[in-house]
């Protein structure tokens, strides 16, 4: 090797990422124990974020633009390295790139059934599932608190936490949210704007930005998916009683169907036909035995009368006929005194209600007065 191409060899003059995977979210630039050149060109592309980072130590960030370095564009990495009058000469620094684009299509789901309360069935095991996205929001804060000095730092070394945090505010926001298990599928939208709301704080500590979350599928335990399909089955039948003679009649028509069955068709359909024809008499004697009991049976007691009355000015009652029977002979009733009772609209005369007018017509008359001696 000749000495120019030796010298050439320790110096770095172009510094730039070309991202050839889809999950890495941080790559320091290769560099091995070259120096960075002074006015070395640096291109930092669309979705991406350069850091210099002296001796552990973050120094300058740059956004997406292409760069000539120097000292007056790397005021914290001068300071650092106590260039007080400028400085020309090649330097050592790492330099991270960070991937700030969003990361999509990550999955997650409950590793284990949640136990929930539901109204309707009462405690309940479910397990969930879906997707979210995430993107670098914040690249310093991303570096100083996970990838550190992880050369090449994957979503596979993060998703793993990421997730954990899902299921965790998830479970607490499915459990406050009170959503009967038979409504959740109508509900995704708002459970997975319910959940996210949560996640968003937490994962800007991390500097990261929860873009997305959805929740794409709620399910039940096998057993419990089962017991409640046969539960809809007898909703879609109904009628048991008319199911069964429906089931019977298709069965005797499959067995007059099949001549080679021979005289054991012809036994099993007699012997549906019989139980078909019970059913049916059981059918028609379920009405008569229904009114025999109907007809046995005392009829309700009717309903009592009561009767509200205004003495002196003042509502009183409510009076049953017993106590206005009375009250009529003792002359606390008058023909005239004001009455209502539940149904009328206004307040009548005692002689105005049908109930009351029988009262009247059992009071004696007065006896006449005695002549004069």
Known sequence: MGLFSKIKGEFIDIIEWLDSTNNTIVHRFERHNNEIKIGAKMTVRESQIAVFINEGTIADVFPPGMYTLKTENLPVLSTLKGWKYGFNSPFKAEVYFVNTKKFTDLKWGTPNPIMLRDPEFGPIRIRAFGAYEFRISDATAFIKGVAGTDGDFTTDEITNQLRNIIITRFTDAIGEAKIPILDMAANYDEVSE????????????????????????????????????????????????????????????????????????????????????????????????????????????????????????????????????????????????????????????????????????????????????
């Open 194 to 373: 319910l959940v996210g709301k949560k996640l968003i704080p937490e994962y800007a500590e991390y500097g990261v930005d929860m873009t997305k979350f959805l929740v794409s599928n709620i399910s039940l335990p096998k057993n419990v998916e089962e017991a409640l399909d046969k539960r809809s089955s007898m909703g879609v039948i109904g009628d048991l009683g008319k199911y069964q003679q429906f089931q019977t009649a298709e069965a005797m028509e499959a067995a007059a169907n099949n001549p080679s069955g021979g005289g054991a068709s012809e036994g099993m359909g007699l012997g549906m036909g019989m139980a078909m024809a019970s059913q049916m008499m059981g059918s028609m004697n379920q009405p008569q035995q229904q009114g025999q009991q109907a007809a046995n049976t005392p009829p309700p007691t009717p309903p009592t009368i009561a009767f509200h009355i205004v003495v002196n000015g003042q509502q009183q009652g409510p009076f049953d006929m017993n106590t206005l029977q009375q009250m009529v002979k003792s002359n606390q009733i008058t023909k005239d005194t004001l009455v209502w009772k539940a149904g009328l609209a206004n307040w009548i005369a005692a002689n105005k209600a049908p109930e009351l007018t029988s009262l009247f017509m059992a009071v004696p008359l007065p006896p006449p007065p005695i002549p004069p001696q």
